[in-house]
């Protein structure tokens, strides 16, 4: 469950490991040095300022971007040493949930809650369920849960904000993964769909025994939702500490002092 | 510090670039330079004692020939026409698609993902050599392969249905390559990062969102396709464009209108269809840069969503059946035999005329010849594109829905007035059809009635073609202007004349510019339409050398014309990039 990780399970292999990294852009450092892990069963906010690293941390974690220093583990494997397949096996097991959603407009809501399993197809499935859709059973079950089932076949592009990041939560969900990154996953939503959709994050991790890595801007949520802080100011990492130990002035602290 | 200095006192040189002027008196030295090629300040250019012939040509309108035995050769031409072009999109099409999914970067990365901190990509292989396959097909005008094919095929619907196919092939290979690169990738990445396929992630993450696109400049292709059948008729590869160049040539101008009226219907309901797929779509579809790389591939529009209601929307969904039932019925209608691609005979006269065109005569007298039809050729599409931009610009705002319709900027109150917009609008939407359905080579012809022949008639008659593709373009740029501005400045209480000065014009304007020189590059192939009835430049020397039988002059010819685009390619670009700063 969502409550600092399974008990004795630091013997485990952890399912991220991140020794000493850096990632540099060219001449702009936007990580330094930074060295955590994440168990089985944890919920970890990513918290810091615009620019403070963040999503090129999050990009590490399932593996679209590689460090330029220092070795990031998933699972147990370092993502820099492992060829394209296996490096796609890995990535199967690493959902994530974008602010920006990623839905392709003019395809249909059931497509897309398929990209999750587009990992699991080989490509002449995938091709074909273009034309006729594969695991139909598997998308709507994901999408019952998530609250929306009746619009299945609607395209992508006639569906609200809220709705789309609904889709975008099923699609994660029917992917089935061991670990959920979720990158600002409300930033673009109200408040009342921010609550459902942070609920829902918290409901996958807690009924699945997930793990969850989500950067959130919204510090409130941090308390009520998460059980684990790491805060990121300019690349470096700032504190790593269980939401308990957290306190508003290092949350302060970390907007505003520089 | 300095730069603050720079931008208070600008450098003379910098004050140069900027300023609008100086390009103004390029352009009227190039054109008193274009007119004097043209022999317009040396002898007299207008005929006028064909004025009698002219004028009967024009009545010959009122009167089209419409007896049923003409008729049904006029019916026969005209699904003649439509059916080249429908099988030469189809062709084109698939080397489109196949050549544009070979040649589009996105894809070969997503199969040869380059590896980390590897020194040399190796996708760039394969993707550098399709691209470079690619060029040449490009760089030759429909009507030189039709030429060449003819050479080969004699009078077979393959000769049409191949050259369309091939050029367009290649160019729309180029297009939807470029396409491709351009959607935005973030859903692909997300596809992949998720551990799908590289070619999955293809098709859901990235195919889908570049489809519209596709679709929209496949259907621009598709009203090309329909003049540049007419066009390739008019060479001999049979159609409404040869029966309009045999009456012509017996002088029976009624069966010339009938047969004129043939193809102003036809083309006139493709770019009817064509113009309401692409505007239910939200875009235009017609690349700006067909065949250079530029800053702004579309041309500015603002990207509306597509349409989900209505004609348009059912025409839309309707569109890709209703392609494919034409395209078995033009099958059906020519019946292109296949087999003579392979026939023995056709590999023969294939090898022959291969080995005749090397090695290409280069010798100082030829270049010379070159010097000269590349001047001619220079000179006719510098008159003809005055003629078809000012003539472009003055009629794409009466022809655009938004200025001259009710409720447009232009439209006024009253029921009369609402009439005359209606009526303004239909005429210069026909003149503009008839201007462009007519073949170039055919008003060449016309143009020979009153004025000598020589460059001027070809000009002539290749602007006012122009004129009714770039006014045509023109006025759906002015239709899918940002309409916030205009409104904006509507709202503080502006009249007409003021919102069309300041907020259409300035807005407008540019686009025009891009337009222009793009179609500049285009009318420089294509003056050899004009040019192979005798106006004169390159095209009039492939006539030549082609009767002399003289291949190895052609293909120097053929070189001639495409270091001529590709320098015209280039100072074309790099006007329009100075253009724009």
Not at chain 1, 77 to 100: C, H, S, W
Not at chain 2, 231 to 251: E, P, R
Not at chain 2, 495 to 521: D, H, K, M, N
Request: glycine share 8%; charged share 15%.
């Amino acid at each position: 469950m969502c409550g600092g990780g399974l008990k004795g399970s630091k013997a485990l292999t952890p399912i991220f490991q991140l020794e000493h990294v850096s990632v540099r852009y060219g001449e702009v450092a936007a990580l330094t040095d930074v060295t955590f892990s994440v168990h089985s069963g944890e919920c970890v906010a990513l918290i810091g300022p615009s620019g403070a690293g963040k999503s090129t941390l999050l990009s590490l974690l399932n593996g679209s971007l590689f460090a330029t220093d220092g070795r990031v583990f998933v699972l147990g494997q370092d993502l820099a040493t492992l060829r394209p397949e296996a490096l796609r096996r890995i990535q199967r097991q690493i959902g994530t949930v974008y602010q920006q959603f990623h839905l392709v407009g003019n395809l249909k809501v059931v497509h897309n809650v398929n990209f999750g399993r587009l990992g699991y197809w080989s490509f002449p499935k995938a091709l074909f369920s273009l034309f006729r859709p594969l695991e139909m059973e598997r998308a709507l079950a994901a999408l019952q849960q998530v609250g929306i089932p009746e619009k299945i076949h609607a395209r992508a592009d006639q569906l609200s904000g809220g709705q789309q990041q609904r889709v975008a939560l099923a699609r994660v969900l029917v992917q089935d993964p061991l670990a959920i990154l979720a990158d600002e996953p409300i930033s673009s939503l109200d408040p009342k769909r921010s609550i459902d959709v942070m609920d829902m994050l918290r409901a996958l991790t807690m009924n699945n025994t997930k793990t969850l890595v989500a950067s959130v801007h919204a510090v409130e949520y941090v308390f009520t939702h998460f059980s684990r802080a790491i805060g990121l100011r300019g690349g470096r990492l700032i504190f790593d500490t269980p939401v308990s130990a957290l306190s508003r002035e290092m949350v302060q602290d970390l907007y505003y002092n520089e | 510090m300095a730069e603050i200095a720079a931008t208070r006192r600008p450098t003379l040189r910098l004050r140069l670039l900027r300023a609008r002027w100086p390009w103004g008196i390029a352009f009227l030295v190039a054109l008193i330079w274009a007119l004097g090629v043209a022999g317009a300040f040396d002898r007299n250019l207008v005929n006028a004692r064909g004025f009698r012939l002219f004028s009967r040509f024009w009545a010959a309108a009122l009167s089209p020939t419409l007896d049923p035995t003409f008729l049904a050769v006029v019916i026969d031409a005209t699904f003649q026409t439509l059916s080249y072009a429908v099988l030469g999109i189809a062709v084109s099409i698939v080397i489109g698609v196949v050549g544009g999914l070979l040649s589009a970067e996105i894809g070969w990365r997503a199969i040869f993902p380059p590896r980390r901190n590897a020194p040399f990509a190796l996708y760039r292989i394969p993707f550098v050599i399709v691209r470079a396959i690619l060029v040449i097909p490009r760089a030759i005008h429909e009507v030189i392969l039709g030429l060449f094919l003819l050479n080969i095929f004699g009078l077979h619907p393959l000769t049409a249905i191949l050259a369309i196919g091939l050029h367009f092939g290649a160019v729309t290979a180029k297009v939807f390559s470029e396409i491709l690169d351009e959607t935005p990738q973030d859903t692909f990445d997300a596809i992949r990062a998720a551990g799908a396929p590289p070619l999955s992630a293809f098709f859901y993450g990235l195919l889908p969102r570049a489809l519209p696109n596709l679709t929209a400049y496949g259907f621009y292709r598709f009203e090309c396709a329909i003049r540049s059948s007419a066009i390739l008729g008019v060479i001999g590869a049979g159609g409404l464009g040869y029966q309009i160049y045999l009456s012509l040539q017996s002088i029976n101008y009624n069966e010339l209108w009938t047969l004129f009226y043939a193809l102003i219907l036809l083309s006139g309901l493709t770019d009817l269809w064509s113009s309401l797929i692409r505007r239910s779509m939200g875009s235009t579809g017609t690349r700006l840069c067909v065949d250079v790389a530029c800053g702004d591939p579309t041309g500015g529009e603002v990207p509306r969503p597509p349409v989900q209601t209505g004609f348009a929307f059912r025409l839309r969904r309707w569109s890709f059946p209703l392609f494919g039932v034409l395209s078995l019925f033009s099958l059906l209608y020519v019946r292109p035999d296949p087999r003579i691609l392979t026939a023995p005979r056709t590999q023969t006269l294939f090898a022959e005329f291969v080995a005749d065109l090397f090695p290409p005569r280069l010798d100082a007298n030829m270049l010379e010849t070159l010097l000269r039809a590349a001047e001619a050729t220079l000179a006719m599409s510098i008159i003809a594109m005055t003629i078809a931009a000012i003539g472009g610009m003055v009629l794409a705002f009466p022809a655009a829905r938004n200025i001259a319709l009710p409720g447009g900027l232009g439209g006024r109150g009253g029921r009369a007035a609402q009439a005359v917009g209606i009526g303004v609008l239909l005429v210069t939407r026909t003149l503009l059809l008839v201007l462009r359905a007519i073949p170039a080579s055919i008003w060449a012809l016309v143009c020979l009635f009153i004025l000598y022949p020589g460059i001027f008639p070809g000009a002539v008659a290749l602007g006012l073609y122009t004129v009714g593709i770039l006014g045509r373009l023109m006025s759906e740029t002015v239709e899918n202007l940002d309409e916030r501005p205009l409104r904006a400045i509507k709202a503080g209480g502006a009249t007409r004349s003021v919102v069309f000065l300041y907020g259409v014009l300035p807005s407008a304007i540019p686009q025009f510019v891009s337009y222009i020189f793009y179609r500049w590059e285009v009318c420089i192939r294509e003056t050899v339409i004009v040019g192979l009835v005798g106006a004169g430049g390159f095209g009039r020397l492939l006539a030549e050398q082609q009767a002399a039988f003289d291949y190895r002059a052609m293909a120097a010819t053929l070189i001639g014309i495409m270091a001529l685009t590709f320098a015209v390619d280039l100072a074309s670009n790099t006007f329009r990039r100075a253009l724009n700063r």
